[in-house]
């Protein structure tokens, strides 16, 4: 068996290159309704008829091979590159009916360059809709290709499509436009030059102002016998090749394609009339923004409790079946402890990656960028910035990557550097702790207190977004036109399937990723915790039971006794027991609970004699001012790697510090500081809120930035600044409000 | 002379010349041809960008690209 055939997808954005893809291999890539949704190359395989088998590459969209910004440049790199290992065999260009003869530019061009090329027209189920009827024999000659007429939708054609790749010897690769027509003397005097080679290959390397080739541009510079022309007279020239590229086209289009104006309907023009409007559009916009909050914070509270009671369960379960042993305390302590406070977050996740779906799906995304573009500008920002901005609200490394469409350099790296000071989802679970326990439960205007302080947080980090943009575009001195150029695509309703599968998608990984780094992390900390070298920690029980006998019980214990004795004494009473045996039971009660104090006291104090509590308090001095103890410290410490860690932290120092199995929120309302006041009170809630909100805890985005920018000076930069700007907010809040 | 940016809601222009050496070649590939005919479709609050549908293509760009196509306005079609 010869090898694979090479299969390119290429085509405009959003013509449906990925959803062929998915079709071709089976595959489950991204699919949005947003021209920019693929970014990266995306390879599958595909089988075809006769026990062929295909490798199919799905790129980023592009309107032509002159590029202007990152993603579009992939494309015409793989295509002069004849030596790269994804070179095509055959191109199959992706055209969206409704735009047939925009999409037919990029395909005389692909042709140009001698690759067999195949014609995708996609959409075919809008073709009655919109009144259009097509040709397709005729067209085929004219355009000397086959043409396999698709609709992903109703999942036909694609079997056409696979014969067609199949046969793909027999698919013409002469070239529609012959170049020389664009300049004669020009490009007779390029072929002496270089007899052996493609001319519109040495064409686009001309022309081209993307530094990707640079050997390539060198060596014709270097050809002594060949001048090349001033960039004016090649714009001239470029301008020449277009328009001789869409006579060809209108010619071919002029008998093959017929629309029916009077048949076309859609709701384009009544939807964009409300959504665009100058007041209607951005309350809409607000609305919508507004929706979103609140099924994050209220309709995802029911099942989040039922997640938490049943991790507490779990755990005691654990421990009261297993036999009582190391394995089954770093089981109980380290693993489940740690995972419940992933876990728990899954319904606020999963409702965040179903709203961005949403928005992308059904073409209202463009719309936001329309809207927001004029506003974003006065901060170096684009309108394109927009897109990475809200769906950094779920992740700031794919929102990273989505900057790629932004054709200015300065705009494209200021909203880099910006975005994550969004509200991603790793910090919803810090938040929400934090609120449940700091902020009281009010409402305001109908809203509740800790909804406002969930929506004050986002705009917070949204707001210091633009704030540091404002200062970046005065700081940078970057030069660099742009082009804001963006395609309004038509509304569709969403695919329950396309939506449902990102949801499913997004949030496994969100599980999983973060998932393997809390388990580690879990685990190592369950193992510093519960070890430890000095005496302190050795002879713990003989410390703390002579500190007891002297001193009396710690206030924690106190109000741990006190407490459960009253909410005990009430249910008494309600249940009718009489004076004498109440009092008898309360004291049998009492000794029961002291017991249990004193070996959670002993637990405790062996924690803190630990390695981890020994580090902690090493490192407790620089977070003290903020109103942090050791352990939140060392919660924030692991923070580094991750956000979502600190929540896992906690769980995992407070369980191996207790003998009670109790919920994450009860333990750390709970907890008290040295003047016996409660550890998160709203001071030292509102400072670890704000530190949250600035401060660069992520790896992850920080190596994505790093392959963005290519260099590490930027996200060196960003995380030396956001770190100490979130330390100065976090200490200037707390001493504010103690 | 006008260009795309003196549009009005709804009206109808045909693309007459543009400075050639300050427009994008991408525009051009887009269907910015003399000949073709834009429509303006709405304005973006502040006035700034204009969504246009060029020939077939619905897109937005900013005032200060659409100030460099001039146009023929087509006068008044009878109201849709
Ligand atoms: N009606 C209809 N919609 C389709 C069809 N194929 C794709 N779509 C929709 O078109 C939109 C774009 O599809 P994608 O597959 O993401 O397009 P793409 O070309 O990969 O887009 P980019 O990666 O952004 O360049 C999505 O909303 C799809 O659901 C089709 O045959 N009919
Ligand atoms: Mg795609």
Redesign the interface.
Known sequence: MSKNINVALIGNPNTGKTSVFNQLTGLNQKVGNYPGITVEKKEGICKLPRGVKAHILDLPGTYSLNTTSLDESLVVELLLNKNDKDYPDVAVVISDVENLKRNLFLFTQIKDLKIPTILVINMADRMSRKGISLDVAAMEEKLDTKIALVSTRKRQGIDRLKELIADYKNISSAPNLDAKRISPEYFERLQRTFPNEDLYKLWLVITQDVNFMPIEKKRIQDATDFTTKSKEELKKLQHKETVLRYQFINNTLKETYKVDFLAAKGLRGSLDKLLTHKVFGYLIFFVILLTIFQAIFDWSSYPMDFIDEQFAMASEWVKNTLPPGIFTDLLAEGIIAGIGGIVIFIPQIAFLFLFISLLEESGYMSRVVFLMDRLMRPFGLSGKSIVPLISGTACAIPAVMATRTIENWKERLITILVTPFTTCSARLPVYLILIALVIPKGTFLGLSYQALTLMLLYLIGFGMAIFSAMVLNKILKIKSRSLFMVEMPTYRLPLFKNVAYTVLEKTKSFVFGAGKIILAISIVLWFLGSNGYSDDFKNAEHIVSERIEKDGLSTYSKNYIQNNVASYREAALADGMSATVLQDSITVLTEELKERAIAQEISSYKLEHSYIGQAGKAFEPFVKPLGYDWKIGIAVLTSFAAREVFVGTLATIYSVGSDEEETIKNRMAAELDDEGRPLFNLASGISLMLFYAFAMQCMSTLAIVKRETNSWKWPLFQLGFMSVFAYIVALIAYQLLI | MATVADLIHGQKGIIKDFS??LL????????C?PGNSVEL??V??????I?INL????????RS?AELIELDIIEETQAP
């Open positions: 050639e050496h994008p070649i991408k525009l051009l590939e887009l269907g041809l479709v709405q973006a609050p502040l006035n700034d960008p969504y020939s077939g293509s619905h897109i937005a760009i900013r690209l």
